[in-house]
């Protein structure tokens, strides 16, 4: 896979594609079967599939702090979209420049010379260009006369509603981790380096894993089970916080992990973290010892939860490896993990 950051980074070995363009976020199943389509087509003509995303997605630059949280990280976004068979992924950054060009403009200056694309796939809500006024009509007009070719692909229907980024992060939001990775064909995942912090957790007794999420707050907030896959590729349980860590006056978003029975360096490692079940929101607590307190009740909980779940572990080693996962049969999120 290819990641090419600006349309000026696109050289003339780049001309010729069979594209995508739209936000992407989670990459859920709707997604994914724009996705197939693509690689399908370009396939056939011996062109790379390619996807066109923006960063900031473009609620976020109109919004700011009030667009929706995301499902997915940029990092995430690019391992899902090349999980799922894109070969380049371009990425624009959506500024008043780009957003100021008219439908007109776009096609020209970013799919015509910028790609020079030979097909395009866009989903059957896709909408482009300055106050949104494109649509997959006007691309399909402008196509026949540069050269293009252009279709979309249906709605993707599940329980006979939409398939979309909003559903998936409705459900995040509410702590419905089953359903949202029913949505996504996947189990929910964030994934991180784990950095320095401020050592607070190991002070309490409690050590945690820290993981920074960007300046983009994420669909999930609170507390809740988790499976850790660690660096040598194995599973651990844990207990997760999400969020601003409002008892210690926490700036930007962050994801806490501490892993049951383990006390290594983990430094510099990146981490996958699967939220299971959600335990409690994340609240503000009056001092350090009522929060030193809840924390003890949260991992006791959260050990109890792995208990009911039948997972496979032993007290003091707490290892999961993808072996026993017959024996998970009543926790099919676990069992899709492992």
């Known amino acids: 896979m290819e990641l090419i950051r600006g349309i000026h980074n696109l050289r003339k070995e780049h001309q010729g594609c069979v594209a995508t363009i739209g936000n992407f976020d989670g990459v859920h199943l709707g997604h994914q079967q724009i996705l197939q389509q693509v690689r399908e087509i370009a396939a056939r003509l011996r062109q790379p599939a390619t996807v066109m995303v923006f960063e900031p997605q473009p609620r976020e630059f109109f919004a700011g702090d009030a667009a929706p949280p995301r499902i997915n990280s940029f990092r995430e976004k690019v ?5 799922y068979g894109a070969e380049r992924i371009v990425c624009l950054q959506f500024n008043s420049r780009l957003r100021q060009l008219t439908a007109e403009e776009f096609v020209q200056k970013i799919l015509v010379e910028g790609l020079s694309l030979t097909h395009l796939v866009v989903g059957d809500d896709f909408r482009f260009g300055c106050d949104r006024s494109g649509d997959f009509h ?4 402008l196509g026949s006369q540069k050269g293009f070719s252009v279709e979309h692909t249906q709605t993707f229907l599940m329980d006979n509603q939409r398939v979309s980024s909003t559903r998936v992060r409705q459900q ?4 419905n981790l089953s359903e949202a990775a029913r949505l996504l064909g996947r189990p929910h995942k964030l994934s991180g ?9 190991r002070t309490l007794g409690v050590p945690t894993a820290n993981l920074l999420l960007g300046d983009r707050k994420p669909a999930l907030n609170g507390v809740f089970s988790v499976l850790v896959k660690m ?8 207990i997760a916080n999400i969020g601003l860590r409002p008892t210690v006056d926490g700036l930007v978003p962050a994801l806490e992990v501490h892993l049951l029975g383990f006390d290594g360096n983990l430094y510099g490692q990146r981490l996958d973290v699967y939220p299971l ?3 409690r929101d994340e609240k503000k607590f009056a001092d350090l ?9 949260d991992i006791d909980q959260c050990q109890q939860f792995f208990i009911q779940q039948n997972t496979p572990w032993q007290p ?10 017959q024996l998970l049969a009543q926790a099919p999120l676990i069992q899709a993990i492992l």
């Open 79 to 83: 391992e899902r979209l090349t999980e």
């Open 138 to 141: 006007l691309l399909q007009k």
């Open 289 to 297: 010892d009522a929060l030193t307190t809840q924390i003890n009740k």
């Open 231 to 238: 660096p040598n590729g194995l599973m651990r349980p844990g």
């Open 172 to 175: 995040l939001v509410k702590g």
């Open 277 to 279: 079940a959600k335990l």
């Open 193 to 201: 380096r784990v950095v320095h912090g401020r050592q607070l957790g």
């Open 316 to 325: 003091g080693e707490y290892w999961l490896t993808s072996e026993p996962a």
